[in-house]
């Protein structure tokens, strides 16, 4: 494989601007970037006329390899990013999960499960308890392990969950530590009751995950989450914008001049529960089918999913994750008698850019330049790696995509490249086609043929943020231990 490689006469997008020119790529790094390049003997020219030449995708939330209710992800690092590379998403940003409450275990176990990597990825890490071990250990993962933020769940009662009390301290300490925080927003407690009662009027089905999880839940944590974060004075990142009431509270919050950043999934923004409700799959016999769009939050009604795209297209939310967390259909059907063994999850790393384009670009609510802003240099500059990714410019990583505006894209189960033998988006088709992706300066994708190899994909270690802690009122930063100073009052004397 040729390690010099001229795109010639693309279209070449970034996040701001976008121009006719070649890309000149050298040794995994992009060297040049203008019109008519000319190269000697021996480097392999990739034509990229009429096509557009963009920074390879970037997925702020997938779960590869994950222990997750009591059975294990299909996709590990290999087979998940060989799909990603398949759809021109070219690094992810994983969830380390601690190991009985001990971040630096869960690090050395990912840091194993990610051998196998063939693409590059960072880390995010969750915070699944507190103490003052925890909070020493979110000190080493960012100023020895390039990891700059974490993710508390106000989910998963019993197992993940934590209190507001902790989520507090996080916060805190995320602050203190320069690292982002990031929220899966659900209220927990009342899910769990929700999910008694479904189960004490018989709905053991899969409507019944929807049904004890509704969009109040999200929104209420988002809420609270929100305003904890402003009582704190620190960003907010919140995973997973499923509904209308989270995405309305990330709006006021904006509005107003604090710091939360938004993520739909492409789960959220394309697909709807209308499978749900379908008299054709109540079925039991049926209902293993529909186990594969069982996701927390769940896939809401359709007009949540319309309102999500518009709140990207006007900049309330920011950048399209995937939440990427696969399992096959024996998996799913662990919860045949009760939708509470049903692993949660649904894939999208390779189906992410395509839907993105084909949802957002083809409709006209998004320019070619915010395609490019929300799967990939948003998520660069929010997690401090950009302009190394999110962009194509002399001195950049190579990880770049030809994209063909005027093709097609089909997908199946039947040719996907992730280990699961069902897809959530099964049968969809629509504008665009990612056909070259290179990916550390290699073609790893081209002619429907992926090219990779295990072990070649790289760390990508991410500095504690600056730029999200600019514009911080510095006269604010104290809130809190301005709470505690003495106040002298004197009693009104009446
Ligand atoms: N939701 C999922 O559907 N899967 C992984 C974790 C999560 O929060
Ligand atoms: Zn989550
Ligand atoms: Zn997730
Ligand atoms: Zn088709």
Redesign the pocket.
Known sequence: VSSKILIAGGTVVNADHQEVADVYVEDGVIVDVRPNIKVSDGVRIVDATGKFVMPGGIDPHT?LA?E?MGTETIDNFFSGQAAALAGGTTMHIDFVIPVNGSLSKGYEAYVEKAKLSCMDYGFHMAITKWDDTVSNEMEIMVKEKGINSFKF?M??KGSLMISDELLLEGLKQCKSLGALAMV?AENGDAVFEGQKRMIELGITGPEGHALSRPPVLEGEATARAIRLAAFVNTPLYVV?VMSIDAMEEIARARKSGQKVIGEPVVSGLVLDDSVLWDPDFITAAKQVTIFVF????PIRASGHGKALQAALSTGILKLVGT?H?TFNSTQKSFGIDDFRKIP???NGLEERMHLVWDTMVESGQLSVTDFVRVTSTECAKLFNIYPRKGAIRAGSDADIIIFNPNSTFHISASSHHSKSDTNVYEGRHGKGKVEVTIAGGKIVWENEELKVVPGSGKYISMPPFNYLYNGIDKADENYLTSLKAPVNRIKPSL
């Open positions: 779960h994950m997750f769940f989910a998963y899966h997973h069982v996701m927390s939050p939440d967390c949660n999850g649904v």
